[in-house]
């Protein structure tokens, strides 16, 4: 059984920064590809970042594109979201989740993830 742990979140200001962390175990984490999604109240899951499974490629939602930064350390078992120049709109619970595939290189659609994390609450006020 996989478990996903996230942590990191809270309160911040406009144009201020967070660092979100992802500690997996369960099963051999540099196998596979990591994503972050979010979801806001009202809204449907989104994607924001993904990262293959050895961190050698990454992909972003526009959304975030030049303020987020997902990484992994695979001796860790941890992927990181790290976050900068936040907005309000950026408010959300965070998710990560953990894709399936072996040597995956992350994907943008939530469906394709096996197993998730609970969350972790990030407002941004302005």
């Known amino acids: 059984q996989v478990q996903l742990v996230e942590s990191g979140g809270g309160l911040v200001q406009a144009g201020g920064s967070l660092r979100l962390s992802c500690a997996a175990s369960g099963r051999t984490f540099s196998f596979y590809a990591m994503g972050w999604f979010r979801q806001s109240p009202g809204k449907e899951r989104e994607f924001v970042a993904a990262i293959s499974w050895n961190g050698g490629g990454t992909s972003y939602a526009d959304s975030v594109k030049g303020r987020f930064t997902i990484s992994r350390d695979n001796a860790k078992n941890l992927v990181y979201l790290q976050m900068n120049s936040l907005k309000p709109e950026d408010t959300a619970v965070y998710y990560c989740?953990?894709?399936?595939?072996?040597?995956?290189?992350?994907?943008?659609?939530?469906?394709?993830?096996?197993?998730w994390g609970q969350g972790t609450q990030v407002t941004v006020s302005s």
């Open positions: 989740a953990s894709d399936p595939r072996v040597y995956g290189l992350g994907r943008s659609k939530g469906d394709e993830y096996d197993y």
